[in-house]
């Protein structure tokens, strides 16, 4: 295990030099989408698929010992960053898993108490499906719409939360926007009002200090290849002291204390919980290396080009996320455009409906406007030689697409576009 | 999501990209589509006396597909006759550019555009008829 620490790389990350031509492959620039592994992750993960390949369930023998002492390990390394106690951290193939089970696990097993569940509008859509999901079954759900800012008004939330309720469930990071919810103070008043706190942290864990002990947090749900580490695993805090209980949703062995029946992947187990150690370890600094970078796209961003605006609070965001608008300029048309860089569009026009970004909806941007948004993700392996190459390859683009666009023409006119009569189609 | 090679040429070297003047007589405009959906084409023609079609531009706010449909759509009516424009239907630019079911309307809003600036030039030529 010598090579460890010599490895910090991806193959992207010296290919983009602003003076070169064409990167070899794209400029990653998705970091809310997936994150690559970090191959210090890979590295302590490679000995459990092969020589180290014991079933960590397994009592009678040194293959299984060595298997269970590393599964617990990486659970104490993933307690560890969010404050918790290894026992209550659970193993689950991902947050779109534990978003299910703690929330459908809750609702089902406190259902002849309380029925209700307050949530977000701009929830992911594994919890806005899964609170859908349960209105079916006959429970109570309240989506609680965003201020402008994409935050959470806890004076709205405070009146939403009933007796009945059973479950709040706000998710820490917003995946398009980036913006952190006030946790803390959603877990007072949870807290205060006798409902339990799920919070889906997929985006946050790594990203910002998270203490299930000073938010209040009852169950919060983990994923792997969001913060370095590997897909298909992710894991869910379930709170003891009080004890929260859950109806399973896979049955089986009993493992992970009957909660999530199956023989829990090991090398799995083991990189979630080394990408958390790692994140742990390097947070402090990488936070401040993505805000300067992040800073110093936007700024370039905005002397260069007019009209582009930001969705979502700047205050209260993520490091590694920018999400903008682009105005006059519609956002497919401008990722076909830089295909030098791997981003999201805030537009769902590749989808059969037309329809643009709930969550920017949510947070009041009109239509038109939603059409024109990019997400832009900053990460561990971002450089500042490939941020200059975005601005660079952004305002070509932006510029020409402009150039081209009727609606720009229309602006520099002074014709107010709300003035038109569109035909709407 | 894969665009088809005329999508992208088309993209990459749009045809006939500008604007004519608005309020000239032998001009037509067509503005077509909406903001809130995503796409809005501007089409212009400039005719002739004897109702040939000699000069098309586009301004195109929209996807890939919505780009390279009008500007196929100016390179197909320029030299033609305005009847002879009309006949352009959104499924000869669809399968020209191999567009996938979900850009189609891509294709409906090229030849609305036509049809719009063919209907402008029409009036304009009939209000100066009547003065």
């Given at each position: 295990?010598?090579?460890?620490?010599?490895?910090?790389?991806?193959?992207?990350?010296?290919?983009?030099?602003?003076?070169?031509?064409?990167?070899?492959?794209?400029?990653?620039?998705?970091?809310?989408?997936?994150?690559?592994?970090?191959?210090?992750?890979?590295?302590?993960?490679?000995?459990?698929?092969?020589?180290?390949?014991?079933?960590p369930h397994?009592?009678?023998?040194?293959?299984?010992?060595?298997?269970?002492?590393?599964v617990?390990?990486?659970r104490?390394?993933?307690?560890?960053?969010?404050?918790?106690?290894?026992r209550e951290v659970i193993f689950t193939?991902?947050?779109?898993e534990?978003?299910?089970l703690?929330?459908?696990?809750?609702?089902?097993?406190?259902?002849?108490?309380?029925?209700?569940?307050?949530?977000?509008?701009?929830?992911?859509?594994?919890?806005?499906?899964?609170?859908?999901?349960?209105?079916?079954?006959?429970?109570?759900?309240?989506?609680?719409?965003?201020?402008?800012?994409?935050?959470?008004?806890?004076?709205?939330?405070?009146?939403?939360?009933?007796?009945?309720?059973?479950?709040?469930?706000?998710?820490?990071?917003?995946?398009?926007?980036?913006?952190?919810?006030?946790?803390?103070?959603?877990?007072?008043?949870?807290?205060?009002?006798?409902?339990?706190?799920?919070?889906?942290?997929?985006?946050?864990?790594?990203?910002?200090?998270?203490?299930?002990?000073?938010?209040?947090?009852?169950?919060?749900?983990?994923?792997?290849?969001?913060?370095?580490?590997?897909?298909?695993?992710?894991a869910l805090?379930v709170?003891?002291?009080?004890?929260?209980?859950l109806?399973a949703m896979i049955?089986g062995g009993g493992q992970e204390r009957g909660m999530r029946s199956g023989t829990l992947?090991?090398?799995?187990c083991?990189?979630?919980?080394?990408?958390?150690?790692?994140?742990?370890?390097?947070?402090?600094?990488?936070?401040?290396?993505?805000?300067?970078?992040?800073?110093?796209?936007?700024?370039?961003?905005?002397?260069?080009?007019?009209?582009?605006?930001?969705?979502?609070?700047?205050?209260?965001?993520?490091?590694?996320?920018?999400?903008?608008?682009?105005?006059?300029?519609?956002?497919?048309?401008?990722?076909?455009?830089?295909?030098?860089?791997?981003?999201?569009?805030?537009?769902?026009?590749?989808?059969?409906?037309?329809?643009?970004?709930?969550?920017?909806?949510?947070?009041?941007?009109?239509?038109?406007?939603?059409?024109?948004?990019?997400?832009?993700?900053?990460?561990?392996?971002?450089?500042?030689?490939?941020?200059?190459?975005?601005?660079?390859?952004?305002?070509?683009?932006?510029?020409?697409?402009?150039?081209?666009?009727?609606?720009?023409?229309?602006?520099?006119?002074?014709?107010?576009?709300?003035?038109?009569?569109?035909?709407?189609? | 999501?894969?665009?088809?090679?005329?999508?992208?040429?088309?993209?990459?070297?749009?045809?006939?990209?500008?604007?004519?003047?608005?309020?000239?007589?032998?001009?037509?405009?067509?503005?077509?589509?909406?903001?809130?959906?995503?796409?809005?084409?501007?089409?212009?023609?400039?005719?002739?006396?004897?109702?040939?079609?000699?000069?098309?531009?586009?301004?195109?706010?929209?996807?890939?597909?919505?780009?390279?449909?009008?500007?196929?759509?100016?390179?197909?009516?320029?030299?033609?006759?305005?009847?002879?424009?009309?006949?352009?239907?959104?499924?000869?630019?669809?399968?020209?550019?191999?567009?996938?079911?979900?850009?189609?309307?891509?294709?409906?809003?090229?030849?609305?555009?036509?049809?719009?600036?063919?209907?402008?030039?029409?009036?304009?030529?009939?209000?100066?008829?009547?003065?």
């Open positions: 295990m010598s090579m460890q620490a010599s490895v910090r790389e991806t193959p992207e990350r010296k290919d983009a030099a602003p003076g070169r031509n064409r990167p070899e492959r794209p400029i990653y620039l998705d970091y809310q989408a997936t994150t690559p592994m970090d191959r210090r992750v890979l590295d302590v993960m490679i000995p459990y698929f092969t020589e180290k390949f014991g079933n397994s009592r009678s023998h040194a293959y299984g010992w060595e298997a269970e002492e590393a617990e390990k990486a104490a390394q993933i307690a560890h960053i969010i404050g918790a106690d290894e193939s991902g947050a779109t534990s978003n299910n703690a929330i459908k696990g809750v609702a089902q097993f406190y259902k002849d108490k309380r029925n209700h569940i307050v949530t977000l509008v701009t929830e992911h859509k594994c919890v806005l499906d899964t609170c859908r999901h349960l209105q079916e079954e006959g429970f109570a759900v309240t989506y609680l719409p965003v201020k402008q800012d994409g935050l959470v008004d806890l004076a709205e939330l405070e009146r939403a939360i009933t007796e009945k309720t059973v479950l709040v469930s706000i998710m820490a990071v917003n995946n398009e926007i980036g913006v952190v919810q006030p946790l803390a103070e959603i877990g007072k008043l949870c807290r205060k009002k006798g409902a339990y706190f799920h919070t889906d942290c997929a985006q946050a864990v790594g990203k910002i200090p998270l203490d299930v002990e000073a938010m209040n947090i009852d169950l919060m749900s983990i994923s792997g290849h969001k913060l370095y580490g590997p897909k298909g695993i992710g805090y709170r003891r002291r009080p004890r929260i209980r109806q049955n992947p090991t090398p799995l083991v990189g979630l919980g080394e990408a958390c150690a790692i994140a742990e370890r390097e947070m402090p600094e990488e936070a401040k290396r993505l805000t300067r970078l992040r800073d110093r796209f936007h700024g370039a961003i905005k002397e260069k080009l007019p009209e582009v605006y930001l969705n979502g609070s700047l205050e209260n965001r993520i490091p590694g996320n920018l999400n903008l608008s682009f105005a006059y300029v519609e956002g497919e048309s401008l990722i076909l455009g830089i295909n030098d860089l791997s981003v999201s569009s805030g537009s769902a026009c590749t989808s059969a409906s037309l329809e643009p970004s709930y969550v920017l909806r949510a947070l009041g941007v009109d239509e038109a406007m939603a059409h024109t948004s990019l997400r832009i993700g900053f990460g561990r392996f971002t450089t500042e030689d490939e941020v200059d190459y975005a601005v660079k390859d952004i305002v070509e683009h932006v510029t020409k697409l402009r150039d081209m666009s009727p609606l720009w023409e229309m602006f520099q006119d002074g014709v107010d576009l709300k003035s038109i009569k569109w035909a709407a189609h | 999501m894969a665009y088809s090679e005329k999508v992208i040429d088309h993209y990459n070297n749009p045809r006939n990209v500008g604007s004519l003047d608005k309020g000239a007589e032998d001009v037509g405009t067509g503005l077509v589509g909406a903001p809130a959906c995503g796409d809005v084409m501007k089409l212009q023609i400039r005719v002739s006396a004897d109702g040939i079609i000699q000069d098309a531009k586009f301004k195109t706010f929209g996807c890939g597909s919505a780009i390279a449909s009008s500007s196929l759509a100016t390179e197909w009516i320029k030299g033609k006759s305005l009847n002879d424009a009309e006949t352009i239907k959104n499924t000869m630019i669809a399968q020209h550019l191999a567009l996938p079911p979900v850009k189609i309307h891509c294709s409906v809003l090229a030849e609305d555009a036509i049809k719009a600036a063919i209907a402008d030039y029409r009036a304009k030529a009939t209000a100066k008829a009547a003065e």
